[in-house]
């Protein structure tokens, strides 16, 4: 981990395990989210090769009726809010505040909460496979076979979902305020660096598509646990309710992990191509739009429920919309590359790869958005083949191209370059050699879900290639822990601005110190770093005076919060009442504790600043 | 970013620091995203509000002279705490306490009745497992009266402790945000009240 190099100075400051579990620094929060995503992406990365093997071969009973549904289930869970998530936020965590020149986050203490709420929940949600099974009924959960047909999996779906869902959410606010009240002076909306402006939208995002998935959640719960009866049809509840609450959730969901992909490559492409991003305010608007657009499609997910023709056509036309400004970006990062002076870079491989494959599965799903051709291709591996395409191809790559692009900042190393090729390269290969047979897989009529296949229908040899091409993505990735490992091994010895890049995060020492910026620094143009390089000066023109910096206290609060929610989650699950009661009151009396006793923080003395400053430059 | 205290308070106490305007900032983006929320139980109630099940007809059950007591009392309660922060902004301590003092015993006058109105509803057979309107009255209204109970203990706890740390650029942003809950409360109730009592009555 990035230890700082700090004397214990104020008794504020914890060491150790304790210092992780109260931390309340924007820095140390990202790393916690990474490790977490990243464990999680393990797990629900072991869950796909297990699916894989079982389809390796036709008529396999390795992983079959229950175990498969399971399978199925906890990878796309898992994949989606416990991996997905905490990676984009573990990049918005360490890198928001840096790019926006200001010492911390709007509010650490609920930085440390979100953080907290989203890891005990994603634990509840996995210790199902444990204490009776897994949730089985999809990662879509569709009632009334989560209402009604499943067994107690589903319930740990529904508190574990909840209880990460809520922390998500508060990280959304908390980046919210961040970036509108807490920019460097001179930093206007117009001069955000990019993958600032998706991290904004991508919490706009956050804050309006929660709250549905929270509701339908407790629709799913009351049902279940208080019998009502809202998708019980013969109570005169409606199941489609579900549906329609779960997307107006799910699809902007899906903006949410692909936003801040295409930030990191509107940071990436820029930097080793030695050029300004091209179109930047084309690249502002066309985010926002596609933030917009994304909360009007959700229908598009349900052209075969029988909405009838009008409503698919408007929800089909809308879908197709959104590949305008889409386009837009693509062309933009082409024209940016356009006569560069381009590095390959892992962090680059990683950007460049991102694009025809994000335009792949773009297509498949101008494709998918035509409702009467979906009929065809509606639940079969085509469809898996696309959103894999969307969100490997095109999320995955990206963030693991902003990890070795921002890997020095979060941790004072560059990641081994070697490795990092080896990474790139057998990820990618395999990524294509799992998915691309999957389109035609689905277009001769496999259907997804489904956990066998019989031999000579035609289908032998590309789920065997796919199976092939998953084992090559696990060897991908292992080399990429391998290469965290080799890396981490070694001394902290990274420059502050290793890439020779554009933005203010690299204008402080890597890894950043604990207040950031010691001087916060005057903006005066886009690309605030890549400015002053231009006019000659050898960093940032400060905007105040050399003084001490004040910081919040550590607290052990959020940690706390998070363990009564995790309490009062098993009570609910197996009805024990009481359970919820002590988690209910732990909750509820940290949050009292919290109100009543003001924070005071404490002041970073001057002398520690110069020194570490001075060890920093050294 | 300091934290002083100063008995003479700026004249917008609850936006004079920069964490004083993250809070208010951020409480309205919260607000926002509980929009959301009651709007998709909004939602889920107008879809299933004449599925009555096994339970009696929303026009049977609902008696409108409680229900208009009832958000008589919220209202109410809504205009003394918009005295409350009058009261704050004068840096009147006791103005605050005595305001936002009426404002709880009103918001636990409004839980009162809803308490007896949901017992009554129980006897006369209107349950959450009676249909699916019965889930989605008790989860919306119950949703909304949930939010009231958190408010009550909420600003209970502000004025319990005001009298101690009194009124500065700390506690300014705590009292203001609270009114704006508070005021977010209410304003669900007036949809509330139309879309599920009156609307309830006459179709």
Redesign the interface.
Known sequence: MAGHGHVAHSPKRHTGLMDWLTTVDHKKIGILYLVAGGFFFLLGGLEAILIRIQLMYPDSHIFIGATFNELTTMHGTTMIFLAAMPVIFALMNAVVPLQIGARDV??PF?NALGFWFFFMGGLLLNTSWFLGGAPDAGWTAYAPLSSAFSGRGVDFYVLGLQIAGIGT?LGG??F??TI???RAPGLTFMRLPMFTWTAFITSVLV??????I???L??LM??RL?????F?AS????EV?WE??FW?FGHPEVYILILPAFGILSEVLPTFSKKRLFGYSAMVFSTVLIGFLGFMVWAHHMFTVGLGPVANAIFGIATMLIAIPTGIKIFNWLFTMWGGQIRFTTAMLYSVGFLPTFVIGGMTGVMLAVPTADYQYHDSYFVVAHFHYVIVGGMVLGLFSGLYYWWPKMFGRMLNETLGKWNFWTFFIGFHLTFFPQHFLGLLGMPRRVFTFQEGMGLDSMNFISSIGAFLMGVGFIIFVWNVIVTNSKKQDAPADPWDARTLEWTIPSPAPEYNFAQTPLVRGLDALWTEKMAGNKKMTPAEPLGEI?MPSASILPFLMSVGLFIAGYGFIYHMYVLVGIGAVITFGCM?AR??K?D??WHVPLDEIERTEKEARA | MSTEVSTNLPPHPEKATLEGKNKVLGFWLFLGGEVILFGSLFATFIALRSSFGSGPASQELFSLPLTAVATFILLTSSLTSVLGIQAMHRNDLSGVLKWFGITVLFGVAFLGLEIYEFFEYVHEGHTMSSGAFGSAFYTLVGFHGAHVLGGVCWITGLIAKLPKKGLNVVTAPKIYVASLYWHFIDLVWVFIFTVVYLMGKVG
Do not use: Q, Y
């Open positions: 709007a509010f609920l959410w606010i908390n919210l305020v509108i009240n807490m804050l309006f598509a929660f709250p549905a929270t509701v339908s407790v629709l009351f049902d208080f019998g009502a009866n809202f019980d109570a005169g509840g409606n309710i329609h609450l107006i004040h009292f109100s009543f003001d005071p923080g």
